[in-house]
């Protein structure tokens, strides 16, 4: 069982439809982070929150919009994609922001 | 310059043998490194963790960092089969922006 659940495991949208990926951390860790794995590519940081105020924004498009309630929740708001967002979608955590993350499941996301 | 490179491989040993992964980063004030393990279509596990210069040993596994050379590499002693995986190395940097940033990886190939 992980420490951090990411929900949906598999999502597939077309470009006018709006979601939410959910991310949920059981590990009573402050900072909560935002990652895009495109195949072939490197993971590449969206954004991060530390104590639910967001520290980092890693030039990512306004199509993506998070949002962080709580130390424990971490959504990422998805509308009008385009097909070049499809990829595996990472949320991790960590207990200070300069040790160790953890990561969720992922989110299989195909813009269709 | 990328901020964490690391050569894509596939890197390929023997089942029993050493198997030596090296990473480089740019010149920041660095404060963590990570090293990670991902199987294809897997999330990133963690492996280890280093802070300090020297060598870090769990297990099969030692991590060595040195920072004058903004050099940090994984050993894996007694290779198997079972450790074919893309190996990530990650470094967090001594600012404000609590970034954990990725290399590309390494493809490790066990053979039996």
């Known amino acids: 069982e992980t420490g951090v659940t990411q929900t949906p495991r598999h999502l597939v949208m077309g470009m006018t439809n709006k979601k939410s990926l959910k991310c949920e951390q059981h590990l009573g860790h402050n900072a909560m982070y935002w990652y895009k794995q495109s195949a072939k590519k490197p993971l590449e940081l969206m954004f991060v929150y530390n104590f639910k105020e967001q520290t980092e924004n890693n030039s990512v498009p306004s199509r993506f919009s998070p949002e962080c309630p709580n130390s424990s929740h971490l959504f990422l708001h998805l509308h009008t994609l385009q097909p070049e967002d499809s990829a595996l979608y990472l949320c991790?955590?960590?207990?200070?922001?300069?040790?160790?993350?953890?990561f969720g499941q992922g989110t299989r996301l195909t813009v269709v | 310059q990328k901020e964490v490179e690391q050569n894509s491989g596939p890197l390929s040993v023997p089942e029993g043998a050493i198997a030596s992964l090296n990473c480089t980063y740019s010149d920041r004030v660095s404060q963590s490194f990570f090293w990670y393990r991902q199987y294809s279509g897997k999330s990133p596990e963690l492996i280890m963790s280093i802070y300090s210069n020297g060598d870090k040993e769990d297990g099969r596994f030692t991590a060595q960092l040195n920072k004058a050379s903004q050099y940090v590499s994984l050993l894996i002693r007694d290779s198997q089969p079972s450790d074919s995986a893309t190996y990530l190395c990650a470094v967090k940097w001594e600012d404000s922006s609590y970034k954990l940033i990725f290399g590309s990886g390494t493809r490790l190939l066990v053979r039996p």
């Open positions: 991790a955590s960590s207990q200070e922001t300069y040790t160790e993350a953890f």
